[in-house]
Each structure stands twice: as C-alpha cells, then as structure tokens.
C-alpha cells in the first residue's frame, strides 16, 4: 500500500469511480493481515451512495494482486457498472 491507504502504483487509474475503487483496494488488501480472511475467500465492499453505486473485490483475485482498476462497481440494483472481472 502507498502511504495515505492508496493502493494504486501507477496512479494510472481514470475511472469515473477511482475514489470508491482505490478505497475498496486498501480496505480489501488489508484483510489477509486480520485473519478473517482464508486464500481468496472474502470481500470488502464501499459504497458511494451519492452515485447509487459499490465497488466490491472480484471473485478468485489473489489479494497481494489486486489493483483499484480490478475492484468491480456494480448500482444498487445490481447491475455492473464496470470492471471485466466476475463480483
């Protein structure tokens, strides 16, 4: 993690919701270190209720790889918004 909680290396991150996707990375890349969490099993979401959207860990992704641009957005009616990856 980059100081301040970032997580993105490159900064190369252009999302419309690079806020909510970097946060979701640093909260989800922090769980291994808690013990709540076994291989890549659990997930953290982040809501940004003012765009009626969450960014949510993908399925399967080793924690040590993932990146802001993997945090899958997906609205409140469950619909993906972006990312490729599977939530």
């Known amino acids: 993690r980059l100081p301040g909680g970032g997580c993105d290396p490159k900064g190369a991150l252009r999302a419309a919701y690079h806020d909510t996707q970097e946060e979701c990375c640093a909260a989800t890349r922090a769980l291994p270190a808690t013990g709540l969490v076994d291989l890549t099993f659990g997930n953290v979401s982040v809501a940004d209720r003012a765009k009626a959207v969450f960014a949510i860990k993908p399925s399967g992704v080793d924690y040590g790889k993932l990146q802001p641009s993997d945090m899958v ?15």
């Open 73 to 87: 957005v997906v609205d409140f009616d469950g619909r993906v918004i972006e990312g490729s990856l599977r939530p």
